[in-house]
């Protein structure tokens, strides 16, 4: 344990390490704390995300890091039991305690599920997109899948739609492979192809964040590739958040790094520096596999 | 150039999202409550009108009306036991022809069957179950009734001076086949595909280790099935037994042609009889009087009552075999 | 003899029963499709659908019963897949886990065992009797009832089998509840419904029992719903217990007709399931 190569700073073992990010920050999350009923979650996570970056969370399973990228576009709060203090800033509007947030947010007790309070939170939700770990296309065409979230919100003409569609279709690396076949059901692609339908499909009301619970975990490697290729190039137009479980995968395509433990940040930074020189011993331990 | 979706410091423009607005939510899950309390509301109105319609007779007879096996329209005297002592003894009679058969049709499709025939036997058993119970009864009356006048009621009559006095009584009656025993008989046809359809799921959920550790001690197909298996889902198999007993006590139309109508108790195995279901059904559109259709209702609402305590006790034995 | 014989044998005789008892139930499925065919299949021709039930003695069809039937059905259907889609809905997405949700399906599982007789009863009452007449609507009404519990039960069961990452996907985007259950997952669980309103209908075509007191029945083709109306199950009962021989034979076309009805609705039933199941 005791290896001396890299000088352990003397600090609040609680408190994270954090180095902030230079540009400007389109998300943050301060302070967060998140509650499934009685039994809390995430303990004070600072997360600052900064605009046109890819930014990573990893960490062993159940350390927080899927449940802090729920806590960000509030999906949460369809679930009843569960809520979330501390801020959560995006363009500088607080997201827990804005008007439009609070009220008729929760969920009722009862609920089976989901429960949409009002317009604004939709609109909000629209504007910090999500891809989850299994890909969901709908079950229409894959048309119909990608303008379905911009038909909530635009009357749109054909052409104007067809060029949304395409556009999005273009971004996720998608275009080429299905332009012949746009009436065709999204249920009929390949796994990969899905996934990436999903992002088409999250991206076309051009949100300011993505995020990505583990997007590849089920595709084989070949799609992973095409993917992490296609987060790459959507680096430009939007701010994206991975959840990931695969290191080499962080490494490679993300701008900044954050290493989570038992619903804590410990350790964020950019990428580089927390693979090559983690500062913190749990962190060492993680990238250099000896657990998780 | 394309204008961006969304400003960073507008909401979009509230258009006419489809769907989106929070009256269409709210009219929507009414709409879904509403028709979830009309189904409560349909069978609360069966109880409530069956109460109400059958009130006037129990008035009437009070507790009598349960013992009672007189049914006299001139004398406007009705009781009820006849017709109930019909339903409890071909719904039980008929349990226990079509148990062992039932278990034995799904522990043969579970463990002996070759897989490749497995399958359409199922269906095919399946298939005998979504039969109407109108057709069951055409058969009943005009196949299996003289079959079995001929076959078994006669010559059981004229031997009946060889038989010990206890059987021949028990198979005393007119031989025309249509009694309580083929009722039973027709009643177990029925619910053997569904026991038997239910029973073979409930086996299917017996998890393989538990059927290869059996097996790997060298125990015998037998003893598989009977020490472990049916063990194991015991809950879930008396279960099975309720429903099956459910829906033999509420069966009208193959009762209804092969029973005889006879009302009073039945002095035989072999001798007419009647159930619940079927007197409703032969008297109720030509009930004489106000009191007749009253005690009609009030027999349905005591087949109600039965059916419904019976269905409870199943459904609880089921669910929590589902665990 | 020894144990290991003794069990041997015992085990044998045990297999040889369980294959017995499968013999004999499709013995008897064979033995009543047998008689269907040979009593019905003769009986079949032209005048069945274009004749109405016949006085003894003359030539007449089916057509009163098979028209009343296919109306009464028809009716009794729409009723049960709307009532019947929304509570499955409603169990599956809103409140199915709440006490009063629990209660709603514990007694949809009743009204679904319930014996169609008594139905039949209930819909006399509030149809029959105050109105002082039989009717078509009240025989719709009375199957509609004894098939809503079967849509219900299916809809729930294939809702709650939609992934649940299907709805947040839907509301990530921002659409509200009620929008991602009718525009997606009613979508995705389209067949399974589908199968439902099926079962529904196979399970009411054959019922006779609660159309007694309710549509009564009519000897001449009858397509006023608010007057009494024919129907199969109620002709076959009628001629069957009837001492015409011409009236029986016209009892076991119309039962073979109603058992044909529903063994290919099953069939159908079954072929969409299968086709829903391939990935």
């Not at chain 1, 997007?215 to 701010?239: C, G, I, N, Q, Y």
Request: include cysteine; charge should be neutral.
């Amino acid at each position: 344990m005791n290896d001396v190569a890299t000088p352990i700073v003397t600090r609040d073992p609680e408190a994270p390490i954090m180095v902030r990010p230079t540009g400007d920050l389109v998300l943050e999350a301060r302070q967060l704390d998140f509650f499934y009923g009685k039994s809390q979650s995430l303990y004070g996570v600072d997360l600052p995300i900064e605009r046109n970056k890819i930014t990573a969370l990893i960490g062993p399973s159940g350390c927080g890091k899927s449940t802090l990228l729920r806590t960000l576009n509030k999906i949460y709060d369809l679930y009843p039991g569960q809520n979330a203090t501390g801020r959560i800033l995006l363009d500088g509007k607080d997201l827990l305690t804005d008007r439009a947030s609070v009220g008729r947010l929760k969920a009722r007790d009862g609920d089976v599920a989901l429960e949409p309070a009002n317009l604004d939170t939709s609109a909000l939700r629209a504007r910090i997109g999500m891809v989850f770990q299994k890909p969901t296309p709908f079950p229409m065409s894959i048309y119909d899948n990608v303008a379905f979230g911009v038909r909530l919100y635009f009357k749109k003409s054909k052409a104007e739609m067809d060029q949304i569609v395409e556009r999005s279709l273009r971004r996720a690396a998608l275009w080429d492979e299905v332009k012949d076949k746009l009436n065709s059901s999204g249920l009929g692609l390949s796994g990969g192809q899905q996934q990436r339908l999903c992002v088409a499909r999250g991206i076309a009301v051009e949100p300011e964040v993505l995020l990505l619970d583990e997007p590849a975990s089920a595709l084989d490697p070949v799609s992973t590739a095409k993917l992490e290729e296609t987060l790459m190039e959507l680096r430009d137009d939007f701010s994206i958040v991975i959840v990931t479980h695969n290191l080499q995968q962080a490494a490679r395509i993300s701008d900044y790094t954050g290493f989570m433990f038992l619903g804590r940040m410990i350790e964020f930074r950019p990428t580089a520096e927390l693979f090559e020189r983690p500062q913190s011993t749990r962190t060492r331990d993680y990238v250099t596999g000896r657990f998780g | 150039m394309t204008a961006t979706m969304m400003d960073s410091d507008t909401a979009p423009p509230r258009e006419t999202a489809p769907g989106q607005s929070e009256l269409s939510e709210t009219i929507f899950r009414g709409l879904c409550f509403g028709a979830a309390t009309l189904l409560l509301a349909a069978l609360a109105g069966v109880v409530i009108s069956l109460a109400i319609g059958g009130w006037p007779a129990f008035k009437q007879f009070g507790f009598g009306f349960f013992t009672s096996s007189a049914w006299d329209p001139v004398q406007e005297n009705y009781g009820a036991a006849g017709p109930i002592v019909g339903t409890i003894v071909t719904s039980v009679l008929a349990l226990i022809i079509a148990l062992p058969l039932a278990t034995g049709v799904s522990v043969f499709l579970v463990e002996f069957c070759p897989r490749n025939i497995a399958k359409p036997i199922a269906v095919a058993v399946e298939l005998l179950a979504g039969i109407p119970s109108i057709v069951y009864g055409m058969w009943g009356l005009f196949v299996l009734a003289p079959w079995f006048a001929i076959h078994v009621q006669l010559p059981l009559m004229t031997d009946s001076a060889n038989l010990p006095s206890w059987l021949s009584a028990l198979v005393a009656g007119i031989p025309n086949g249509a009694n309580i025993f083929t009722a039973s008989l027709i009643l177990a046809i029925m619910i053997l595909p569904y026991m038997s359809a239910v029973f073979r799921e409930l086996l299917l959920t017996i998890p393989a280790q538990v059927r290869e550790a059996a097996y790997g001690l060298g125990s015998t197909n037998f003893e598989v099935v009977s020490k472990v298996m049916i063990p194991y889902v015991r809950r879930g198999a008396v279960g099975v037994v309720m429903l099956g007993l459910g829906r033999a006590l509420g069966e009208t139309m193959a009762v209804t042609f092969i029973i005889g109508n006879s009302h009073g108790f039945p002095h035989s195995l072999f001798d007419s009889g009647s159930t619940i279901a079927s007197t409703i059904a032969n008297e109720f559109a030509e009930a004489t009087s106000d009191m007749h259709t009253a005690a009609l209702i009030a027999l349905g609402l005591v087949l109600f009552i039965l059916t419904f305590a019976v269905l409870a006790v199943a459904r609880l034995l089921l669910a929590s075999e589902k665990h | 003899m020894d144990r290991a014989l003794r069990r041997k044998i015992t085990n044998s005789v045990f297999i040889g029963l369980c294959g017995a008892a499968t013999l004999v139930a499709l013995a008897f499925l064979v033995m009543i499709l047998w008689s269907l065919v040979a009593k019905g299949f003769g009986g079949l021709d032209a005048k069945i659908f274009t004749m109405t039930q016949p006085a003894p003695g003359s030539p007449g069809g089916l057509l009163n019963g098979i028209l009343g039937s296919i109306m009464m059905c028809v009716l009794g259907m729409v009723l049960a897949v709307i009532v019947g889609i929304l509570a499955g809905t409603w169990l599956a997405e809103y409140g199915g886990k709440t006490a009063y949700g629990q209660v709603v399906r514990f007694l949809n599982d009743v009204l679904l065992s319930a014996p169609s007789i008594l139905v039949g009863l209930f819909v006399y009452e509030i149809l029959v009797k105050p109105f002082h007449g039989f009717s078509g609507y009240a025989g719709g009404v009375a199957l509609g009832l004894l098939a809503v519990p079967i849509v219900t039960r299916t809809t729930e069961d294939m809702l709650t089998l939609q992934p649940n990452t299907l709805r947040e996907a839907g509301m990530a985007l921002g659409a509200g509840r009620g929008f991602v259950i009718r525009s997606i997952i009613w979508k995705a669980a389209g067949a399974g419904l589908f199968t439902g309103g099926l079962l529904g209908f196979a399970r009411i075509s054959g019922e006779t029992a609660p159309l007694l007191f309710t549509s009564l029945g009519n000897q001449f083709v009858n397509l006023k719903m608010s007057q009494p109306m024919g129907s199969l199950p109620t002709t076959i009962f009628q001629f069957a217990l009837s001492a015409y021989d011409d009236w029986q034979r016209l009892a076991w076309v119309g039962a073979l007709l109603i058992a044909v009805a529903v063994l290919a609705v099953n069939i159908v039933g079954r072929l969409v399931a299968r086709e829903t199941h391939r990935p």
